[in-house]
């Protein structure tokens, strides 16, 4: 009798083991979830995360076991396994109060609870991008969305006051660029040499970064990338790109310049 039960035990759990990667996998995953949350696998399926094959498998945030699974897609250090290094989304939000405080104290955060109602004392990456348990983190671009999000932290008129900052931020970053790409258009038109309109265009490349680190910042409410890496960049790289614009003009108006372009 001892040993018919241990051998029912035994094919027990090896059909456990041999069930497990099944429920695991990323059909599993997807399979139980589209019947119980499909707004949730719709969200997911749309957004960056997905995608056939997806870009982000459930695993890749959750990781393989239902235990402790939202725990572990909540912390930021989870995002960092894709979304690290130097880049400049992960530098703006670092740089800002929100990430210094997280870095500080986030060890001691207790991640298994919802990203909502202002549960933790800062806001890591999942807090905006999955508020609420949502699945598509490309969502709070939505002004509204962010708006909301803001609110569950701070007052509605710190919030509109910080938005409102935010987009004349962004109004003046693009005038910049407009004003760069006008400039180069115009350098074209008039048939500069071809190493100051390269000059130029490199310049300009520049701006469209340093632009996008000003967006981020505004997003990531990081002052260094609304200013050093973003405003007195774009100011720094539209300079320069007018200065290989007016050395071209020289160039070409210099005696025997015919035949340099």
Do not use: F, N
Not at 52 to 80: E, F, I, K, Q
Not at 163 to 170: D, H, R, T
Not at 196 to 215: F, P, V, W
């Amino acid at each position: 009798m001892r040993r018919s039960s241990m051998a029912a035990l035994a094919a027990l759990l090896l059909g456990a083991a041999a069930s497990a990667p099944a429920v695991r996998a990323e059909g599993g995953c997807v399979g139980c979830h589209r019947t119980r949350d499909p707004a949730l696998v719709a969200a997911w399926s749309r957004s960056a995360h997905g995608g056939s094959p997806p870009r982000a498998p459930c695993a890749a945030c959750h990781g393989p076991d239902h235990a402790g699974a939202a725990a572990r897609a909540r912390r930021s250090a989870t995002c960092l396994e894709c979304h690290g290094g130097d880049g400049v989304a992960v530098r703006t939000h670092r740089l800002s109060k929100h990430g210094v405080i997280e870095r500080l104290e986030g060890l001691g955060w207790d991640w298994a609870r919802p990203l909502a109602r202002g549960a933790y004392r800062a806001p890591g990456c999942a807090y905006c991008h999955a508020h609420a348990g949502g699945h598509d983190p490309g969502a709070v671009r939505d002004p509204d969305r962010a708006r909301a999000v803001c609110l569950d932290c701070h007052g509605p008129r710190y919030v509109t006051r910080i938005l409102e900052a935010g987009a004349a931020q962004l109004a003046v970053g693009r005038l910049k660029l407009a004003e760069a790409e006008a400039a180069l258009a115009r350098a074209r038109g008039a048939g500069l040499p071809a190493a100051a309109l390269a000059a130029a265009a490199r310049h300009l490349e520049a701006m469209r970064a340093d632009l996008r680190a000003l967006r981020l910042g505004v997003a990531h409410h990081s002052p260094d990338d609304q200013w050093w890496h973003g405003q007195a960049a774009l100011d720094g790289a539209l300079l320069r790109l007018k200065g290989a614009i007016e050395r071209g003009r020289r160039q070409r108006a210099a005696p025997g310049a015919e035949g340099t372009r």
